[in-house]
């Protein structure tokens, strides 16, 4: 596609509930990243997938944060068991090489854990 | 690792007159600089980026500066308009390695009329 597609674009959830974002990065690009923006905050680093490496996961704030990459393209962000401390807008990136040269964001998934 | 510190957190300036937001990083081997504007229910794009290789480059109203001794980068818009308002959020970069871009904590820029 022409840009980074996310979705849902808003999601609802109850607390104790899991819920699946999903990211279709451009056609071509190898890097994939989540980010995590909690309201008035900045922009926090979760997880980055490249090519066929093992993810860097270092930025996942607990286990029941967990993320896929389906055949080096479409990725998923799961969150199990969700907590009110969830709540934020989801980021999700992507870039042509193994650099970070030229993210390409989408417009995000804002969760809401009621 | 990189940490990226970003002053001031919030901006209000005239329109037409001159906005300055700046940054400061920790890894001195840090060589990509972008910066990123984030209008409101939308994702951060880049609006422009430096390397370490110059220390200035700019594009019409938006110029970044980079002082690599002092380890910090800042980004200028002059003339402002109303269309420039928005959360505006700095990053390093070491762009040879396979890694992740750290942010500052961004800095919401208030144009007034």
């Known amino acids: 596609g022409a840009g980074v597609s996310q979705s849902p674009s808003n999601k609802v959830t109850e607390k104790g509930k899991d819920v699946e974002l999903r990211c279709d990065p451009i056609?071509?690009?190898?890097?994939l990243y989540w980010y995590r923006q909690s309201l008035g905050q900045g922009l926090e680093f979760l997880i980055y997938f490249q090519g066929n490496s093992a993810p860097d996961k270092s930025g996942l704030p607990s286990d029941r944060f967990s993320a896929e990459r389906t055949g080096g393209s479409v990725s998923t962000l799961t969150i199990q068991r969700t907590q009110q401390e969830d709540s934020a807008v989801y980021l999700c990136?992507?870039?042509?090489?193994?650099?970070?040269?030229?993210?390409?964001f989408g417009s995000g998934t804002r969760l809401t854990v009621v | 690792g990189e940490n990226v510190e970003q002053h001031p957190s919030t901006l209000s300036v005239q329109e037409g007159d001159s906005a300055v937001i700046k940054c400061t990083y920790s890894d001195s081997a840090s060589n990509y600089f972008p910066w990123y504007k984030q209008e409101l229910g939308k994702g951060p794009q880049l609006i422009i980026d430096?390397?370490?290789?110059?220390g200035e480059k700019k594009d019409q109203r938006i110029a970044v500066t980079l002082n690599k001794t002092a380890k910090h980068f800042s980004l200028h818009i002059t003339e402002t308009q109303p269309e420039d308002s928005a959360v505006y959020f700095c990053?390093?970069?070491?762009?040879?390695?396979?890694?992740?871009?750290?942010f500052g904590s961004g800095t919401r820029l208030s144009i007034r009329p």
């Open positions: 990136a992507s870039s042509p090489r193994q650099v970070a040269y030229g993210y390409t």
């Open positions: 430096i390397r370490s290789n110059v």
């Open positions: 056609s071509g690009h190898t890097a």
């Open positions: 990053a390093a970069f070491l762009y040879s390695s396979a890694s992740k871009i750290i």
